[in-house]
């Protein structure tokens, strides 16, 4: 079965100090890695793809990286409204039904 | 401009009670699916359809059931409620691609 591990669970930044998010992965037959980001009361909103080792995704203060085992959310410089819980997701084959499995989010708090 | 839309926003309701949640997407997309959030945050998917044709049910009690009319609508049934129900209800739905695009939720509590 497919799982997906985030860390941390909670991540506390003064605002401009940098840091990773983790997600560790067991797939059958990686069909993407996917990161969402989720606000309070609201839903998960799509941030980036990757399909294979070695390939990175930017996107204002955030790039995603993606290993044969784990994938990395970066946050350079983060500010106040970069606060959100950080999903990470993967897509297994057809043996997995093709779904989605999420891991447990990493919440994200920045302080200005 | 909604993408992926769900109506009720917020459910409030005693156990028994049957209930139904409705999405609706206007993406021309060709599956949707239900996930449930829980209350630490785990979004886990229950069914998905693929132009109206049942494609993946996960282990979820019969008295979930999910109805979708044409490709643009799925809608959740929930029979005989309990306690354990209570969480946020999530629809998404996806064309060709990965990506996967989600409501804004619906909030379902079990009195």
């Known amino acids: 079965e497919d799982q997906v591990t985030q860390s941390p669970e909670a991540l506390r930044l003064q605002e401009g100090e940098s840091s990773s998010l983790n997600c560790s992965y067991t797939?059958?037959?990686?069909?993407?890695l996917f990161w969402y980001r989720q606000d309070p009361g609201k839903g998960p909103e799509f941030l980036f793809t990757?399909?294979?080792a070695g390939e990175e995704k930017e996107k204002e203060r955030l790039k995603a990286t993606l290993t044969k085992k784990e994938s990395f959310l970066h946050i350079t410089a983060p500010k106040p409204e970069d606060s959100a819980t950080y999903l990470c997701?993967?897509?297994?084959?057809?043996?997995?039904?093709?779904?989605?499995?999420f891991g447990g989010g990493t919440r994200v708090l920045v302080k200005p | 401009d909604t993408a992926v839309s769900q109506t009720p926003k917020y459910l409030v309701t005693q156990m028994g009670n049957d209930k139904s949640i409705k999405c609706e997407q206007n993406?021309?997309?060709?599956?949707m699916y239900w996930y449930k959030q829980d209350s630490k945050k785990f979004l886990k998917i229950m069914f998905s359809?693929?132009?109206?044709?049942?494609?993946i049910n996960e282990t979820v009690p019969n008295r979930f059931s999910p109805k979708s009319p044409d490709k643009a609508h799925l809608n959740l049934h929930i029979n005989s409620l309990e306690l354990g129900d209570s969480a946020v209800y999530f629809c998404?739905?996806?064309?060709?691609?990965?990506?996967?695009?989600f409501g804004p939720g619906t909030r379902l509590l079990v009195l």
């Open positions: 998404a739905s996806r064309y060709r691609g990965e990506t996967q695009y």
């Open positions: 797939v059958s037959g990686l069909r993407g």
């Open positions: 990757l399909y294979s």
């Open positions: 997701a993967v897509r297994g084959g057809k043996a997995a039904g093709n779904k989605l499995t």
């Open positions: 993406l021309g997309h060709d599956t």
């Open positions: 359809y693929n132009n109206k044709e049942l494609i």
